[in-house]
């Protein structure tokens, strides 16, 4: 499976790193810290769809801007709504 481009992983993150907010990516039976790179770097595939589970005092932005960046690099998101 193709690998997401490296500046789609690196726009993530960093993305993720403006919340306070607990951002978690979830692949079948795996859970990602969005704000590390490493874990992208080795978990997300563009060919894949992910959950999105954001927990914390800024949860709603940091689900709209989430959404927003995984649709500009056309890689496939559910946001998850507790």
Do not use: C, W
């Not at 951002?23 to 080795?42: A, E, P, R």
């Not at 992910?50 to 914390?56: A, E, K, R, S």
């Not at 709603?60 to 960046?69: D, L, N, S």
């Amino acid at each position: 499976m193709p690998s997401a481009n490296n500046a789609a992983i690196v726009e993530i993150s960093q993305t993720a790193n403006k919340f306070r907010s607990s951002i978690v990516l979830q692949y079948d039976n795996k859970y990602i810290d969005v704000k590390s790179i490493l874990g992208l770097f080795t978990t997300l595939l563009s060919s894949s769809t992910y959950d999105l589970h954001v927990h914390g005092p800024d949860a709603q932005e940091a689900k709209i801007a989430m959404a927003e960046v995984f649709a500009k690099h056309e890689l496939g998101v559910n946001v998850v709504e507790d």
